[in-house]
């Protein structure tokens, strides 16, 4: 308890320094709105003020002063939410020193690590998502049974309190690598995590007793103890990685014995219990590019799985999970190529879409601030060319807070200095 | 939110000892005078004296086609990566062969005939980069799949990666559902010098012999840069220049091997012809121009040093593999006639990776080299279509004009150029190999899909006909059988 709310207070804190971005306001007139939380409007406009949404709709008056972007023949959305990635967590897989996203715990549990804590604003990888219309996304961290908490954050420059949008917005853990888990097989890996959720139960319950050195041991430490009450208790989401069926079965009885909020991420047979998945109402993060049979416990992975789900309905939010490309960090921009193929196998095109906005926002617990277009939400809206999936589509304007952001990349310098060969080192 | 896509695609290359072999053409080398493969000397069978010849065919192919029917795709768009697209066109596939293409084409009587409507047809998409087969799934510890890196020496030029390819890897099936047809599996890049590469057609077999592609050249596979060094830290090399150190004296040791083997072969070969050596065979046949380098190396300064250790042997680098960095030197590749097997957008998962830019393949392109999509993983192989149209984005966001024309050619007859197949595959043109893949869409867009794919004239692949849908051993029981998808 003490650590949270430690944490509470931090947070608390940077929620009201990140409002302090300055924020132009604009008017984005004439374009094919995709509202997602509801219909998508044709010739509308979005008007955006202070950082907010003011207004949307074919009928909006622009007050005089608001710049205008004519958004005629473009799409627009909302900003693009990835709920799992590694951004300003890992900047170069193989450098350690860049790698952030896990902690040393005890007995593979984490609970009480906040990766957010050590975040790389400097990051070379936020830019180059933003300018491909992602702007918020899940940092999560990685390994153990328990990893740690999950926090969101948008992608704008800055420092960590510019960036948090929402800390401890989920816990993660894991039932798909029993040796990851600090267990000998999948059996004694959803004992472990029974164990840890029984054991907090019990130190919230004898917090002074252990105080005074009067409760037996517990399975994790009190920081971690600490870390878990809110899961137990319902306020905070559990992510489960799980990808076997029966894993998922298993993290589906945990939740409803434990009365948590539950969501699988992974998921790679979650189509097989599509069903339970939907009249538990427990939402799955997936990616709609992996087909390969990887481990034994993938064997039923397929494309089709995210469309599955949802047609089961079961709420999808689409992550990378395609392995070589590192979409966790250097590839974010890539999830417009998950939902692309989502569609190819079977998502419609308006929950594809949803699945990189007001999916995993709502999961997430951010939703009463973005993964939509509605009046009172923040700025978080993108103007594309044309369909946001198709590859030979541009995110024409990128807004966070009502601020639009087209700064240069890193991969923006590198490839203009090399336009012309040889190259000039006395130009970018 | 972890990180799922592990073992499998990773310990082949990128991440863990990724190489990239490139073939050499089959041009004599500078320093030395080509020759041919040896004609095997006379040779006493199993009876006592007998020896081996280097350089014979100890593992042909095996392949045949598969039964095929006369086809006519019409009404159809076609990209023939050999010239302007053909829209409303036709295309006669006969015998195994592409027998007419163009605005109309002659309809035998007997032939199936499948309209096009709305539909793209192309060459059957070549990847030069795969680890299919030898790098399998499922990749779980203890499943043993994972045969890709000889990691107990810095050169095994002894190894050939076909003794590694298991014809069952549920893979291969799904990677020719991506429009794949010819694939060229390397050993991994923990080594300098990796081994043997092979050229297979994506078809069902029981062997590795029945998939290998007749007649193609070897591929040797070499690595530049952080694998090797980091692999073997611990007894060298543990430094790039301890890297280059090593090719070199490889190479030094392949011309000693050759040339005693030429002299012998050229004289009275009477008494005992000089040991053999299988490592030094390879390199040999290297040196010869008979075997095709394929060079994984990321940095541009390293694939220069490369260039100048070719020159230095009198090989030919056919190919840079992965060459995150090729748009530093692509008016280098131009001149020198190499190409570059390269990925869309892959960076970053280390130091040598950093540079990496998505407009990596259109700058290379645009400077005249031969630019290829390739996809070092068994996933992203499967959607190199999707890989090119990122990498024609990237190029028209910065003015290159690229039509799809072009990158149609990054997926076929430029990867059939580096694997020295681009007589046989890799456009559509009378002749040539009728390995042709129909799209729902534009293959180019996100939301298509291969729908039938011919190799040698036969369906081996149809999306739409669950009983066209090659199911491994593997696959049999332990994976839900889910053919014909969810529609």
């Known amino acids: ?428 | 939110m972890s990180k799922l896509a592990l073992a499998l695609a990773l310990t082949a290359c990128a991440s863990t000892a990724q190489t990239a072999q490139q073939p050499v053409p089959a041009q004599p080398s500078t320093t030395a005078p080509a020759t041919t493969t040896p004609a095997p000397a006379p040779r006493a069978g199993a009876g006592a004296g007998a020896f081996s010849m280097p350089n014979a065919d100890p593992f042909p192919s095996t392949y045949l086609p598969f039964p095929s029917r006369t086809t006519v795709i019409r009404n159809v768009t076609i990209l023939t990566a050999a010239g302007p697209r053909i829209t409303n066109g036709s295309i006669l596939l006969r015998d195994g062969k592409i027998a007419e293409v163009g605005q109309t084409v002659s309809a035998p009587a007997d032939a199936v005939v499948i309209d096009g409507q709305g539909k793209y047809v192309t060459p059957g998409i070549v990847d030069t980069h795969s680890h299919i087969g030898g790098s399998a799934a499922p990749g779980d510890r203890g499943a043993q799949t994972d045969d890709v890196n000889e990691a107990t020496n810095p050169v095994t030029a002894n190894v050939w990666v076909e003794h590694s390819v298991w014809p069952q890897d549920p893979q291969l099936p799904r990677d020719l559902a991506g429009g794949v047809t010819t694939i060229q599996v390397l050993p991994g890049s923990a080594n300098l010098i990796g081994g043997r590469s092979v050229v297979m057609k994506l078809v069902p077999a029981r062997s590795a012999q029945a998939m290998k592609f007749p007649g193609a050249k070897y591929g040797l596979k070499m690595a530049c840069g952080e694998n090797p060094k980091r692999v073997y830290s611990g007894r060298g090399p543990s430094t790039r220049m301890g890297n280059v150190a090593g090719y070199r004296t490889a190479w030094i040791q392949a011309e000693g091997y050759r040339r005693r083997w030429d002299n012998w072969l050229a004289g009275d070969r009477k008494g005992d012809p000089p040991g053999r050596d299988l490592g030094l065979e390879t390199l040999a046949e290297v040196l010869r121009g008979n075997i095709l380098v394929h060079n994984h190396c990321y940095r541009a300064d390293e694939m220069m040093q490369m260039i100048d250790i070719s020159k230095e042997f009198g090989y030919k680098i056919r190919s840079f593999h992965h060459g995150v960095e090729a748009y530093k030197i692509a008016d280098v590749l131009a001149r020198e006639g190499i190409s570059g097997s390269l990925w869309a957008d892959w960076g970053a998962f280390k130091l040598e990776a950093a540079d990496a830019i998505r407009e990596n393949i259109a700058l290379v392109h645009n400077a005249g080299a031969r630019a290829i999509v390739h996809s070092d993983d068994p996933s992203g192989s499967q959607r190199l279509n999707q890989e090119a149209a990122k990498a024609m984005a990237a190029g028209r966001a910065i003015g290159i004009d690229i039509s799809e024309d072009d990158a149609i050619k990054w997926l076929t007859i430029n990867p059939a150029w580096a694997l020295g197949l681009d007589d046989r595959i890799g456009s559509l043109e009378r002749g040539k190999n009728a390995d042709v893949v129909l799209w729902d869409k534009d293959p180019f867009s996100v939301y298509a899909r291969p729908e039938k794919v011919w190799i040698d004239g036969a369906v081996i692949f149809d999306r739409l006909d669950p009983k066209q849908q090659w199911r491994t051993d593997f696959e049999m029981g332990f994976v839900p059988d889910t053919r014909g998808g969810n529609r």
């Open chain 1, 1 to 428: 308890m003490r650590a949270l709310s430690k944490l509470s207070r931090f947070g608390a804190a940077l929620a009201l320094l990140a409002g302090s971005a300055r924020a132009q306001d604009v008017a984005i007139t004439g374009g094919r709105v995709f509202t997602v939380s509801g219909a998508t409007i044709d010739n509308a406009t979005v008007l955006i003020q202070n950082g907010r949404i003011t207004a949307v709709g074919t009928n909006v008056a622009i007050p005089a002063g608001v710049q205008r972007i004519d958004a005629a023949g473009k799409w627009v959305t909302p900003g693009l939410v990835v709920g799992g990635t590694e951004i300003g967590l890992q900047e170069i897989g193989a450098i350690g020193s860049t790698n952030d996203q896990s902690a040393t715990g005890k007995d593979q549990i984490a609970a009480s690590f906040q990766p957010w804590l050590g975040l790389n604003t400097a990051s070379v990888l936020i830019a180059p998502g933003r300018k491909e219309g992602v702007t918020t996304v899940g940092i999560a961290p990685q390994g153990g049974l328990v990893a740690g908490q999950l926090g969101v954050i948008d992608l704008v420059p800055g420092h960590t309190s510019d960036m948090l949008r929402k800390p401890a917005a989920a816990m993660v853990a894991q039932l798909s690598s029993p040796r990851g888990g600090g267990a000998a097989s999948r059996g004694e890996l959803i004992a472990r995590l029974k164990e840890l959720l029984d054991d907090t139960k019990s130190y919230a319950r004898r917090r002074a007793d252990y105080e005074r050195a009067q409760a037996r041991p517990f399975i994790a430490r009190q920081s971690d103890l600490e870390a878990m009450i809110p899961v137990v208790e319902g306020r905070m989401p559990l992510i489960i990685d799980a990808d076997n069926a029966d894993d998922i079965e298993a993290a589906l009885s945990i939740a409803k014995e434990y009365k948590l909020r539950l969501a699988i991420s992974g998921g790679a047979e979650a189509w097989k219990v599509a069903d339970r998945l939907a009249a538990a109402g427990v939402p799955v993060f997936t990616g709609a590019m992996n087909n390969i049979p990887a481990s034994f416990a993938q064997l039923g992975q397929r494309q089709e799985n995210a469309g599955l789900l949802r047609k089961a309905g079961v709420s999808v939010s689409l992550i990378g999970n395609a392995g070589g490309g590192d979409e966790e960090a250097f590839n974010i921009r890539n999830i417009k190529q998950e939902a692309g193929n989502a569609i190819a196998y079977g998502m419609t095109w308006n929950d594809a879409l949803r699945a990189v906005t007001l999916a995993p926002a709502t999961f997430l617990g951010v939703s009463d601030r973005i993964g939509s277009i509605e009046n009172g939400k923040d700025g978080n809206v993108v103007m594309w060319s044309g369909d946001p999936f198709e590859f030979s589509t541009r995110a024409e304007h990128v807004f966070i807070k009502g601020r639009e952001y087209s700064e240069k990349t890193r991969q923006d310098m590198l490839a203009e200095r090399y336009r012309t060969l040889p190259p000039s080192y006395y130009k970018p």
